[in-house]
């Protein structure tokens, strides 16, 4: 059997050229801009969504654990009233936790809400855990494009008593759920 040899010369001449073969592209490479539009308003925030972070507009702070967020004493969303909630009304529901340490410290809190200024019930919460503030919304309140929800804890951490942060409860989710 006879064995091919190449000078080293010509093993390197072969080698760019099948680089070169390799590299050839068909037609121009082209690269497309893509310009993501105006973000969507939602009507469901869950605390960990990114996208839905600029519906959080005052009183929230970053991302725990991939799933929460701390409130201040005051905090104010931003909601799309869901489809058909103009004519029919909707219900706002709050989903969050109480902490111990906020329970240890403050007894009781009362968080109350407004829906573009029209207050809505409070209610009262005494024991730790996870909780749910829903309320219905009129349908005369949920007129537009975006609403703008307001609440606020009559109790909450002040900094400095636990952490450096005002501290009020945890968030997961809030929301307009249609009727």
Not at 41 to 59: E, K
Not at 89 to 99: N, R
Not at 142 to 168: P, W
């Amino acid at each position: 059997m006879r064995r091919l040899t190449l000078s080293r010369g010509a093993f390197i001449a072969l080698i760019l050229v099948l680089c070169l073969a390799g590299c050839r592209r068909k037609g121009r490479l082209s690269v497309e801009t893509v310009e993501e539009g105006d973000p969507q308003l939602v009507s469901m925030i869950h605390a960990a969504d990114p996208r839905a972070a600029i519906q959080l507009v005052r009183g929230f702070y970053d991302v725990e654990q991939n799933s929460w967020r701390w409130t201040m004493g005051k905090f104010t969303v931003t909601l799309r009233p869901p489809a058909g909630a103009a004519h029919k009304g909707a219900a706002l529901e709050l989903k969050f936790s109480l902490p111990d340490a906020v329970i240890d410290n403050v007894k009781a809190v009362r968080l109350t809400g407004s829906i573009n200024g029209v207050a809505m019930d409070g209610e009262s919460y005494q024991k730790a855990g996870e909780h749910l503030y829903s309320r219905d919304v009129p349908a005369s309140s949920l007129g537009g494009e975006a609403v703008t929800v307001d609440f606020a804890l009559d109790k909450f951490l002040s900094a400095g008593m636990v952490e450096q942060r005002e501290l009020g409860i945890v968030m997961t989710t809030v929301g307009l759920i249609p009727k």
